[in-house]
Nanobody
Framework: QVHLVESGGGSVQAGGSLRLSCAAS????????MTWFRQGPGREREGVAL???????MYAESVKGRFTISQEYNKNTVHLQMNTLKPEDTAMYYC????????????????????WGQGTQVTVST
């Protein structure tokens, strides 16, 4: 079992910044990558950013250049620095942990990820 806890969400004005964190505990040797997904009102859950244990990263086109994913390997913590936030970034943000096979799906398949956190809300106002 891997337990994931997100933090750092909140409300900001457009153009502002937030830093999300995801702390993993339990069988932390399980995960090969950790990925941030988000689900906005009336929208499907979508992948935002992924980081693998070897440091490789992947971003959705909509956040490239604005969001940065990083990891504190020894602390099993992943961060998502979100800059120049837009109202369309408003969503519940979830982190997910996947094994090697699950991570091959990248940002595409939510069902490829085994463990999920409870989510943290990000609201961006105009």
């Amino acid at each position: 079992q891997v337990h994931l806890v997100e933090s750092g969400g909140g409300s900001v004005q457009a153009g502002g910044s937030l830093r999300l964190s995801c702390a993993a505990s339990g069988n932390t040797g399980f995960w090969y990558c950790m990925t941030w997904f988000r689900q906005g009102p009336g929208r499907e859950r979508e992948g935002v950013a992924l980081i693998a244990r070897d440091g490789k990263t992947m971003y959705a086109e909509s956040v490239k250049g604005r969001f940065t994913i990083s990891q504190e390997y020894n602390k099993n913590t992943v961060h998502l620095q979100m800059n120049t936030l837009k109202p369309e970034d408003t969503a519940m943000y979830y982190c997910a942990a996947g094994d090697y096979g699950g991570c091959l799906s990248g940002l595409r398949k939510t069902d490829a990820y085994t463990y999920w956190g409870q989510g943290t809300q990000v609201t961006v106002s105009t």
